[in-house]
Antibody, heavy 117, light 110 residues
Framework: QVQLVESGGGLVKPGGSLRLSCAAS????????MSWVRQAPGKGLEWLSY????????SSGDSVRGRFTISRDNAKNSLYLQMNSLRAEDTAVYYC??????????WGQGTLVTVSS | QSVLTQPPSVSGAPGQRVTISCTGS?????????VHWYQQLPGTAPKLLIY???YRPSGVPDRFSGSTSGTSASLAITGLQAEDEADYYC??????????FGGGTKLTVL
C-alpha cells in the first residue's frame, strides 16, 4: 500500500531555513507527480508546490514561490521541500501528497514546522 | 480567505442526510475544472473522499456522493454516522492560482 513518511520539521527562527523530506513506498515513485500541502494551526489546507515524475515540470503557489523549492530523487524514492526565508506565517503541518493531477490521492502523516524566535 | 467558499459548520443527527456546499467562480469550478473532496478526521491527515466531481475511491462508502452545478459543488452524506464527524474540504483548480481548496466545513453529528 502507498506510504508517505515526512521528516525534517522542527523549530526554526524567522529568516531561517529548513529542508523537509518525504520517503515514499508502495508504488512506482517516478510514475507520479508529487505535491506539498500545508495546514496552519486551526486553519484550512493550502497547496504549495508540485513536481512531475521526472522532475522536469515544477509549479508553486504565490505564497511560497521564490522561497520554497520542491525537488525529488527517484533513485531514493524521496521528495524534498527546501524552505528559505521562513516567516511566522509559514508555521504549519506540512503534508507530502501523491498528486494524481489534479487531486491528491494519498497523504503522509505530516511534519510540523514552527517558525518562532 | 479561500478561493472556494464553504460553510464553516454543518450538523445533523445520526441517520440524517447533510450537504456541504462549495462555491467557486468562472475561473475554477465554473471553468469546468473537477471538484474533489477530502475528509479530515480529528488529529489525522486528510483523506481523499470524492474525486472528479462524483467518483469514490475504493473503500469509501456509497453514503458519500458529490455533484456539481455551474460554479458550485456539493458533498452529500446520507445515513449520517458518528464516525463521519470530521472536517471536509473541497478542492479544484484555478486558472491563475493552480490547485485551490475551500476553507473547510466542520461536520458535527448531534
Amino acid at each position: 500500500q502507498v506510504q508517505l513518511v515526512e521528516s525534517g520539521g522542527g523549530l526554526v527562527k524567522p529568516g531561517g531555513s529548513l529542508r523537509l523530506s518525504c520517503a515514499a513506498s508502495g508504488f512506482t515513485f517516478s510514475d507520479y507527480y508529487m505535491s506539498w500541502v500545508r495546514q496552519a494551526p486551526g486553519k484550512g489546507l493550502e497547496w504549495l508546490s508540485y513536481i512531475s515524475g521526472s522532475g522536469d515540470s515544477i509549479s508553486s503557489g504565490d505564497s511560497v514561490r521564490g522561497r520554497f523549492t520542491i525537488s525529488r530523487d527517484n533513485a531514493k524514492n524521496s521528495l524534498y521541500l527546501q524552505m528559505n526565508s521562513l516567516r511566522a506565517e509559514d508555521t504549519a503541518v506540512y503534508y507530502c501528497t501523491r498528486d494524481s493531477i489534479p487531486y491528491f490521492d494519498s497523504w503522509g502523516q505530516g511534519t510540523l514546522v514552527t517558525v518562532s524566535s | 480567505q479561500s478561493v472556494l467558499t464553504q460553510p464553516p459548520s454543518v450538523s445533523g443527527a445520526p441517520g440524517q442526510r447533510v450537504t456541504i456546499s462549495c462555491t467557486g467562480s468562472s475561473s475554477d469550478i465554473g471553468a469546468g475544472y473537477y471538484v474533489h473532496w477530502y475528509q479530515q478526521l480529528p488529529g489525522t491527515a486528510p483523506k481523499l473522499l470524492i474525486y472528479a466531481n462524483t467518483y469514490r475511491p475504493s473503500g469509501v462508502p456509497d453514503r458519500f456522493s458529490g455533484s456539481t452545478s455551474g460554479t458550485s459543488a456539493s458533498l452529500a452524506i446520507t445515513g449520517l454516522q458518528a464516525e463521519d464527524e470530521a472536517d471536509y474540504y473541497c478542492q479544484s483548480y484555478d486558472n491563475s492560482l493552480g490547485r485551490v481548496f475551500g476553507g473547510g466545513t466542520k461536520l458535527t453529528v448531534l
